[in-house]
Nanobody, 125 residues
């Protein structure tokens, strides 16, 4: 069992930056791949970024590539999402998720086993 708690969301102007954190409980954090997803009002939960269990591989949605960076610190049981050059369309609730066994893709919500409660990110124009 893994419990995930996101933090770091807030209100920021367009062009600004935020750093999201996701703290995980449990001693097996380093064996999980981790992902970030986001959900805007009235829309589906969409993939943002993912990182392999070792941190050696990262994956991004085209919409955030070059602006967002995912990273992890296995010693601290924490995964991060550094978000730069934020746009109003980045406004959403951001969720972190943990995947116990890789099943061929990082991009789909159904492949993740545990989810956090989410943190709101609002980008004003």
């Amino acid at each position: 069992q893994v419990q995930l708690v996101e933090s770091g969301g807030g209100l920021v102007q367009a062009g600004g930056s935020l750093r999201l954190s996701c703290a995980a409980s449990g001693r097996t954090f380093s064996s999980y791949a981790m992902g970030w997803f986001r959900q805007a009002p009235g829309k589906e939960r969409d993939f943002v970024a993912a990182i392999s269990w070792s941190g050696g591989s990262t994956y991004y949605a085209d919409s955030v590539k070059g602006r967002f960076t995912i990273s992890r610190d296995n010693a601290k049981n924490t995964v991060y999402l550094q978000m730069n050059s934020l746009k109003p369309e980045d406004t959403a609730v951001y969720y972190c998720a943990a995947m116990r066994y890789y099943s061929g893709s990082y991009y789909y919500t159904g492949q993740y086993d545990y989810w956090g409660q989410g943190t709101q990110v609002t980008v004003s124009s």
